[in-house]
C-alpha cells in the first residue's frame, strides 16, 4: 500500500532544502545532492516503502531520500563509498551503513543477511549507473524491485521499445530480466549542484518467469546485432548465426532496433545447452 501523496506538491515551484553541514559534492564520486522537496516526496511515493522491508540506499549521500524513506520503513542499510558522509551516517542507530564502492558489494549476501529479498534503492553516480545496473543484474533472484534516478537519457534507453531509436543494447541486456518504467522526471535545478542533464527515476521489477538463456551468449549476440545498427542483421547476426551452426528462420532481413527482446531470447537459447526462450 502506497503512502499518502503530499497535496501540498501540486502546482509548486522548486523548493530546496538547505543545509549539508558544509559537505562539498565530490566530483570524482559523481555527486550532485538532491534538494528539491516536491521531486523528494514524488520519489519516496513512487517506492512506497514499509516497515518490515530491506530496503538498501545506494550512495545516500546528505539524507534527501535517506530521511523520508526511514521515516517510514524504520530500519534502512546504505551504502557509501564517501568516508566522511559513512562516518556521518554511522552516527544513526536506524541505518546500517556499509562503507563501500558498491560494485564490490555481494547483494545475495546482503539479502542473505536480511533474512528476505530487497528493495534496492539510489541516485545512482551517473559515470558509473550502468555498471552498477549490471552488477545488480545476476542478483535480481534476490530483488523486489530497484528505483533508480539516473540520467534521463539512459531512462530512455532501458524503457525503449522495439523501432523506437533508443532502443538498443542496454534495452535488450535489461528488459530480459526486468519489468521496467519511467516513474520521475527530474530537471537538473533539483540538485546542487545541477547536473548538466535531465534525470528521471525508473521502476524495475524482476520478471517472475526468467528464460534459459545463458547471460554471456546473450550479451555476445546482442552486442554483434547492435555493432552496425544501421545495417541489416544478414550483414552482422548472419554471421553469428552461420558460425553457431544455428538452423533457424530468424528473419535477418531487419535492422538490430526493430528486433523484439523475445526473439533476441529464442535465439540465445538455441546456443544455451537445455537453454528455452522460456522459463
Not at 539516473?150 to 535489461?174: C, F, T
Not at 524495475?204 to 554483434?224: C, F, G, Q, Y
Request: glycine share 6%; hydrophobic share 40%.
Amino acid at each position: 500500500m502506497r503512502p499518502d501523496r503530499p497535496s501540498s506538491r501540486s502546482g509548486s515551484t522548486p523548493r530546496h532544502v538547505h543545509g549539508g553541514g558544509g559537505h562539498i559534492a565530490r566530483k570524482r564520486f559523481g555527486q550532485h545532492f538532491l534538494r528539491d522537496k516536491g521531486v523528494i516526496e514524488d520519489i519516496v511515493y513512487a517506492i512506497a516503502p514499509e516497515p518490515g522491508q530491506a530496503l538498501v540506499e545506494i550512495g545516500p549521500g546528505l539524507g534527501a531520500l535517506t530521511d523520508p524513506v526511514v521515516k517510514r520503513c524504520e530500519r534502512l542499510t546504505v551504502i557509501e563509498l564517501d568516508r566522511d558522509l559513512a562516518a556521518r551516517l554511522r552516527t544513526r542507530p536506524e541505518l546500517n551503513v556499509i562503507e563501500s564502492d558498491v560494485l564490490k558489494v555481494d547483494f545475495a549476501q546482503v539479502a542473505k543477511d536480511a533474512g528476505q529479498k530487497l528493495r534496492v534503492i539510489g541516485n545512482l553516480p551517473y559515470n558509473i549507473s550502468s555498471p552498477i545496473l549490471f552488477r545488480l543484474l545476476p542478483c535480481a533472484d534476490h530483488v523486489i524491485d530497484q528505483h533508480f534516478m539516473l540520467q534521463k537519457e539512459v531512462v530512455n534507453r532501458m524503457v525503449a521499445s522495439p523501432g523506437k531509436k533508443d532502443y538498443g543494447r542496454l534495452s535488450v541486456m535489461l528488459q530480459w530480466r526486468y519489468h521496467m518504467e519511467n516513474v520521475v522526471n527530474v530537471p537538473p535545478e533539483a540538485f546542487d549542484p545541477p547536473p548538466k542533464v535531465d534525470s528521471a527515476v525508473v521502476r524495475m521489477i524482476p520478471r517472475a518467469e526468467v528464460p534459459n538463456v545463458d547471460p554471456a551468449v546473450l550479451e555476445k549476440m546482442v552486442a554483434v546485432a547492435f555493432s552496425q545498427r544501421r545495417k541489416l542483421l544478414r550483414h552482422t547476426l548472419g554471421a553469428w548465426i552461420t558460425e553457431h551452426g544455428l538452423q533457424t528462420d530468424f528473419n535477418l532481413q531487419r535492422r538490430a532496433e526493430e528486433v523484439p527482446v523475445d526473439e533476441y531470447l529464442a535465439l540465445a537459447a538455441l546456443v544455451t545447452p537445455g537453454g528455452s526462450p522460456q522459463a
